[in-house]
């Protein structure tokens, strides 16, 4: 029999860091984060000033490339994923096997990984330039086929992008306009939307863009880790939260049932039940993301004169939480997905696609670590365990068991 102490000796040591609260996988130049003074900033640019001033696809240039692009440059990048945004008119076929109830992010998830198939040489990132092309196809084709997984689950036919709109004003077209008349979305909502994706596009080591540099280390393809990626993120405790708070908000407003219910819910550790959107793994103090968004919410609501009992659960609720003696002291506060899930649905979007707005958001942050992981040639990701299982054992025919 082996020795198991000296397998012991053999393996060195090994720190136990369940859910890596404290371990750091990589270096990084792209997104830092300070959780105890709510700072995040992309590549040194603070998110207040990149929300207020900057366009999603500039931001997403910067976080990619590492600078701010100059016009020309953001033109010839625009330019360059707009060649990209033709989707393989078989993938329709695909679409069509699934059936119209599934969930977009489901669907999300397969049609990107079906992208390899339709795209095999975009496997390869040997040099510059077919980085560059990765990169522009990804942002092209993902943006395009988020949109048809609404389109295919109202059973609207599928949109085509428009080389004369902007890349925003393209997602409003690509999920609403129908072929039965003219369609123009309004400016305040491409604007919003714009906000949205910049407040989402990056935030360092989290569970959905760690599985993108993770699966990236094997050296699998840009549309396989970003398959892979939107999966992570459509868990209720990562992006699925957006969608997981307004179906508690719905819930606690259909139930007829006060806040206070709901909070003591959230308090009884007996109830599996948690308050969605709020807490945070790194933020334990505030999610600057949320007051951005808080303040969008507000702006938004008032220039389109929604009025809704949904957002005045939601504004009870925060009040309430904000204020209970088990949420201070465990340093809970609304994140992201509290707001953002309010403003979609001020916006018009249906709640199930609100994780699938998360993912476009969040898309040219997974590209840039997926990138930054290539390039700085990252070892294969293979994390070690504490085993607690049986010690060696002799096996027994079925008979004697
Ligand atoms: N409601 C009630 N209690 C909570 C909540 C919540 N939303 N979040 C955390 N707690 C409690 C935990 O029960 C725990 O209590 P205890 O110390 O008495 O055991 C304590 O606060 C610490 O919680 P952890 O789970 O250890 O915190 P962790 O950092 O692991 O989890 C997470 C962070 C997953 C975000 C958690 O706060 C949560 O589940 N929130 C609700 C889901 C959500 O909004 N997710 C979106 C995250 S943001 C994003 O992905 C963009």
């Not at 819910?265 to 334990?284: E, I, S, T």
């Amino acid at each position: 029999a082996v020795d198991i102490s000296k397998l012991r000796d053999l393996s060195g040591v090994i720190t136990l860091d369940p859910g890596y609260k404290n371990s750091g996988s990589c270096k990084s130049e792209i997104t830092f984060l300070d959780g105890e003074l709510g700072i995040l900033r992309y590549r040194g640019y603070s998110i207040e000033e990149l929300a207020d001033k900057g366009h999603f696809l500039e931001v997403s240039y910067l976080l990619i490339f590492g600078e701010l692009p100059s016009t020309k440059e953001l033109e010839q990048f625009e330019t360059d994923i707009r060649k990209y945004t033709l989707v393989n008119e078989e993938m329709k076929n695909i679409i069509d096997g699934f059936p119209k109830t599934a969930h977009p992010m489901g669907v999300l998830s397969a049609l990107t990984s079906a992208l390899t198939a339709f795209n095999p040489k975009s496997v390869n990132v040997d040099n510059e330039k077919e980085m560059y092309e990765a990169v522009c196809k990804t942002m092209g084709k993902f943006l395009v086929i988020a949109t048809w997984t609404y389109r295919k689950s109202m059973g609207f036919p599928l949109n085509y992008y428009d080389n004369t709109k902007g890349y925003v004003e393209n997602f409003m077209r690509l999920m609403f306009a129908l072929p039965t008349g003219p369609y123009t979305p309004d400016p305040v909502i491409i604007s919003a939307i714009d906000k949205l994706f910049i407040l989402h596009a990056d935030h360092e080591q989290n569970c959905s863009t760690s599985t993108v540099r993770m699966v990236g280390s094997s050296h699998a393809g840009l549309f396989a880790s970003i398959s892979a990626g939107v999966s992570a993120l459509w868990g209720p405790l990562h992006g699925g939260a957006n969608q997981a708070v307004l179906e508690m908000l719905e819930e606690i407003h259909t139930s007829g049932a006060d806040t206070e219910t709901y909070l003591a819910k959230a308090k009884d550790k007996n109830d599996p039940f948690r308050l969605m959107g709020f807490g945070h793994r790194v933020y334990k103090n505030f999610d600057p993301r949320a007051k951005i968004i808080k303040k969008a919410a507000d702006e938004v609501l008032a220039t389109l004169g929604v009025e809704d009992p949904i957002l005045e659960i939601a504004k009870k609720l925060e009040k309430a939480a904000l204020e209970d003696e088990y949420f201070k002291a465990r340093n809970l506060y609304p994140n992201v997905d509290f707001y953002s899930g309010i403003i979609y649905r001020a916006l018009g979007i249906p709640t199930d696609m609100f994780t699938v707005m998360f993912a476009i958001g969040r898309l040219p942050g997974w590209i840039a670590q997926w990138k930054e992981m290539r390039e700085n040639k990252e070892p294969i990701g293979r994390p070690r365990q504490i085993y607690t299982g049986h010690p060696l054992r002799d096996f027994k025919s079925s008979d004697k068991r």
